[in-house]
C-alpha cells in the first residue's frame, strides 16, 4: 500500500550514488521517438547532478580513439544540457547521429574475448570512454546494437580487478519490433501508421487503375512491421519470414565458407509462394476486385535459394545485402510471368520498397510516451538499482523491468534470439482474417491440373 502521508505530487527522492559522468550512444538505424528517448535519459541525469556525454554517431568515432588521436569535443561528443534538451521528445531525427559501426564484430564466441587482436575494438571504446571519464554506458539501439553492449560488458570482466568498470545499461529500439524481453519497442506503432497510410493511398490508385502494387516492408527477421502495415493499410495480403512453412519451404545444401562442411538449410519454396500470391490475385478478381496491394517482408530475401544470391555480399553483422537483392523487383517479375501463365492476360503490377521513410517521422503519442519510460528506467536501472548488462523493458501500466542480458543473448554463439510472430497466435490469426479470404485448396488443384471451381 502506498504511503498515505507522502504527496502524490512529490517528486521521486534522489538516489545515492556515485557516478559522475554517463554517456548515452544510439547506434543503428533511426527509430520515431528516438529524441524522446535520449533526452529523458539525459534529463533524469542531468537532475540528479550527473553529467551526460552524447556521443555522436553511434561507435564510429570511439573506435578511432587513439592517445594521439584524442576524443574532441563537438567533434565526436557533445555535453547535453536542460537548454538543449528543451522541447526535443517530439521531434524527428535523432540528437546524437547514429552509425552502424560494430567494435564487436569479430568476437563470436567466448574465446574470442581472450583474443588481444578480436577485442582490440572494445579495447579502444572502453579507452576511449574512460579517457573523458565515463562511468557508466547506455547504449539505445536494435539486437546488433544489443549484442555489443553485451560483448563491452564481457570484455571489462577479463580486466584487471582494480580496473574501472563501466557499467553498460542498454534500451531496446528497432521499428521491426523483433526485441525478446519487450512486448513494442519504440517507433514500431508510428512506422506502422506512417506507412499504412501509405498502403491506403496504393490501394486507391490501384482501384482507379486496375493494377496492383507489391510492397517490400522492412523486416529482416520477424513480420511484424509488415503485418501491422497490412492490417493498418488493409493490404490483399501480406507474406513475411514465419509464413515459410510447410509447402512453402523447402532446404537446400549450403557449405559453409570456412570450414566447407556441408548442411542443409531452410529456404523459400518461391514458387508456391509466388502460386500463393497470384490466388490471391484471382480469387479477388471473381469477386469483382481487380486491383489490390500485396505486402511481402524484406527478410524474405534471407530464404531465397542460393541461385538467387549469386554475387550478394554481406555486411559486418553476417546479413546480405537486402537492397542488392531488389526482392520486390523479383517478385514482381515472377508474379507477372505465373499471372499471366494462369490467366492467359497481363495484369500491371508496380513494385516498390517502403521503410526508410518512416524511420525518422513524426512520433505518435504512444511512441513518445513508450521512449519517455524507456529513458527514466535507464537512470532507475543504473542509478537506482546499480545494474550492469541488463536491457530496460516495461510490461502494464509501463511498469519497468530489467532483463539481464544472459536472458536475450546465445552464451555460445554471442547472438541475439530473435522475436517472430507466433504463428496461429491470436495476432496472426487477424491479418488472415482480415485480408482477402482464399481457398488454398485450389492452389492444390490448380497444381495438379484441375480447372478452379466456381463460387
Known sequence: MPDRNVSTMASPSAAAHHFKRVAILFAGGPAPAANAVISTAATAFLRHNIEVVGVLNGYSHLVEYA??????????????????????????????????????????????????????PLKTVYEALRSIGVDGLISIGGDDTLKTANKFKLYQERLPADA????????????????????????????????????????ADAEANRAYFLVEAMGRSAGWLAYGVAIAGEASLVISVEDIEGSYATTEDVMHPKTGQV?????????????????????????????????????????????YLEGIGRDEHGHISVAAVDLHDLFRDLITQEYAKQTGKNRKLTALQLGYESRCAQPL????????????GAYRALVEEGRNGVMVSLTGQFKLHYVPFEELVDPSTLVTVVRRIEVDSDFHQLTRFLETYVNEEEMTRRQMGAPPQSK
Open 67 to 120: 592517445p594521439d588521436h584524442p576524443l574532441q569535443e563537438g567533434r565526436d561528443y557533445v555535453m547535453l544540457n536542460h537548454r538543449m534538451l528543451g522541447r526535443t521528445r517530439n521531434s524527428q531525427g535523432i540528437l546524437i547521429g547514429t552509425a552502424r559501426t560494430n567494435p564487436g564484430k569479430d568476437v563470436s564466441h567466448l574465446t574470442h574475448l581472450d583474443d588481444p587482436a578480436r577485442v582490440k
Open 164 to 203: 574501472p568498470c563501466i557499467p553498460v545499461v542498454h534500451l531496446p529500439k528497432t521499428i521491426d519490433n523483433d526485441y525478446r524481453g519487450i512486448d513494442f519497442t519504440f517507433g514500431y506503432f508510428t512506422a506502422v501508421d506512417f506507412l499504412g497510410r501509405e498502403v491506403r493511398n496504393l490501394i
Open 263 to 307: 548442411s542443409k538449410h531452410k529456404i523459400m519454396n518461391v514458387e508456391n509462394v509466388i502460386k500463393r500470391i497470384v490466388l490471391t490475385m484471382t480469387t479477388r478478381e471473381r469477386d469483382g476486385k481487380e486491383y489490390g496491394v500485396i505486402v511481402i517482408a524484406e527478410g524474405l530475401a534471407e530464404l531465397l535459394p542460393q541461385s
Open 365 to 376: 503519442a504512444f511512441d513518445v510516451i513508450l521512449g519517455c519510460q524507456l529513458g527514466v
